[in-house]
């Protein structure tokens, strides 16, 4: 009997952001923009994955029901209005990281004063 020790595909792309994430900092430190812009756009190169993962999942689902391809697929009214309110503040969120990234000391090198 033979078991399958490989990882689902969720876990490789789970690992592969946690070890993207960790050059944030520095690149934030880099930005010629300030910590707003710098958020806006980290949001902006995020949504293309996310809207081609619900994209992908809509057609699955359209196909296992036999019905035509939606475009985006569509949310109860709670749950889209949740779903707001979670980018909401996380793009809240990303706007203080990095204002306090760019306020602390820690990463930043003698060489780059």
Do not use: H
């Not at 689902?61 to 036999?66: D, Q």
């Amino acid at each position: 009997m033979t078991t399958d020790r490989s990882l689902p595909a969720g876990v490789w792309i789970m690992g592969l952001s946690v070890f993207c994430s960790a050059f944030g900092p520095a690149l934030i430190r880099l930005s010629p923009v300030d910590a707003a812009s710098t958020a806006f756009w980290r949001l902006a190169f995020c949504l293309l994955p996310a809207l081609l993962l619900a994209y992908r999942a809509g057609r699955q689902t359209a196909a296992k029901e036999n019905r035509p391809t939606p475009l985006f697929p569509t949310l109860p009214r709670r749950d889209g209005g949740l779903a707001l309110l979670a980018g909401l503040l996380y793009a809240g969120d990303l706007v203080l990281w990095n204002g306090a990234i760019l306020r602390t000391t820690i990463l930043k090198p003698a060489c780059w004063s």
